[in-house]
């Protein structure tokens, strides 16, 4: 602090300079504002992120049933899809040769077990997401589909009554299955598999 000296040697103190402050209503408001602006970002945010899960889930989906149709393909043997409708969540299976891999055996003798690359890995799909499947009465479904349930059985925790399987034939074909994921507000994604191409696409976009 800066003091100015007088004619007689005195040092004399220079105005001071007050700052107002705030008071503790103020500050209250302030904070009342703030939360309340909050509130309303979140609750219409919400709705955003929902739908961003929805939509993450189908992605998912048919990623992984893409890349079990390319497997089957490539590798010239069958690829099973593994949706756990209890506990949602999509795999991929293989038959493996190798008696030290570990997997389930079936009644033709052959392992079947889930593929760990990063496509073909168990994959839980986010919370509030659940699955159902339709497949349609009309199509001669796989001849191996049946087995591919049974060696389910063993192949990932769970229980087998929630477990649904789709089937690729090493020609890359499958059934015809339509997908439905729902979310907790009863929002939609449908997924259709052809039967004759194997091929699957997001059918429609339900509110």
Known sequence: MRFRMNDRGHGRRSPQRFVRGFTMLELTVVLFIMALMSGVVAISIWPAMDDARLRSSASMVIATL?????????????????????HPSVSVL??????????TATDSGETWSVITTQAGRLRSLPD??????????????????????DMTDGATAGDSENQETITFTTLGQAEDVSITLHDAHDKQRVILVDAITGQCELLSDTP
């Open 66 to 86: 893409r890349y079990a149709r390319s497997y089957a393909v490539a590798h010239h043997t069958e690829a099973t899809v593994l949706f756990d409708t209890g």
């Open 94 to 103: 293989a038959p493996q040769t190798d008696e030290t891999y570990m997997g």
């Open 128 to 149: 509030g997401i659940t699955i159902t499947m339709t497949r349609s009465e009309t199509t001669d479904l796989n001849a191996t589909a049946g087995a591919a349930t």
